[in-house]
Every structure is written in structure tokens, then in C-alpha cells.
């Protein structure tokens, strides 16, 4: 049984193992995606909008939001299994969201696997919409890319 309070954070790198874990738990770590390369590229990009619940020392939830002066996105929103339905998910999208209208965004997007219906009716619950669209998407680089490689040698660099 759940005891501790939770506490929204921003990401700190001694949360990893738990992150990567946590996600895998939630389900959301997929063949085409390595978690470890993609915490790399969220702290070298805008680390500030990744955030983690926390509670009894545990990383119990998670959200990756970016923003690229147009649109927000939601990534990697995760809650423990066992500490679902507490309110946990709702106040890492709420935290993320206050973060994303500090810096100006004017709308927040995010993406749920087509079968997924309990995320999508999470998501509606909270004022998302299912916007009659076509996601498309384009791989640039592998799983486990390091954005150092993605970027190449730096300009002038011998």
C-alpha cells in the first residue's frame, strides 16, 4: 500500500535506472526506441521539462515534454502500476502543462498507440481531443544515436 507523498520534480541523472525502469514496467519502452539514448537526448535539449514524481525515494511516474517555439509534446508519460488511479499522471501532464504555458506554447500535442483505449479516455479526462489528423513520422537516426553523433564534429573542430 502507497504511503509516502508524491512530489513532482525535475529529472535529476541518479533517477535513470528507476526511469528506464519504470517505463518498462508502463510498457512504453519499444524495439525501435532505446530509453537510455532517449534520456541523453531530453537532458542535452530542454532538460527542465522533464519531470518525475517521486515518493518514499521511489521515481513513481514520469513526463517528457518539449517545446520548439510552435507546439508542445508529451512523451514518456508513465505512472507505476501499482500507484495508478491516485492522481499521479494527472499532476505530471498538469506540471508539465504549466511549464509548456510559462514558455509561451500555445497548444500541447501528444501521440497514443491506436489500441490504447484506457490512455486515450485518461487523456480526454483531462481536455485532450482526438483531432481527426494522420501521424506521420520519420526515423533520422537509430535507437541508440547520441545527439553528438546526430550533430557531427562542431564547426571549426580540427
Known sequence: MPTGAVKTRPYQP?????????????????????PYADIERKTAVGAE????????????????AGYEGHRGWLNYVGVDPSRRREGIGRALVAAAERRLRELGCPKVNLQVRALNA????????????????????????????????LRGPREGAT
Do not use: I
Open 49 to 64: 521539462l522533464f519531470l518525475v514524481a517521486e515518493a518514499d525515494g521511489r521515481v513513481v511516474g514520469t513526463v517528457m
Open 118 to 149: 484506457e490512455v486515450v479516455a485518461f487523456y480526454e479526462a483531462l481536455g485532450y481531443a482526438v483531432e481527426p489528423r494522420v501521424s506521420m513520422g520519420k526515423r533520422l537516426a537509430g535507437p541508440t544515436d547520441s545527439p553528438q553523433k
Open 14 to 34: 541518479a533517477d535513470e535506472e528507476q526511469v528506464v525502469a519504470l517505463w518498462r514496467r508502463c510498457g512504453l519502452v519499444v524495439k525501435a526506441n532505446d
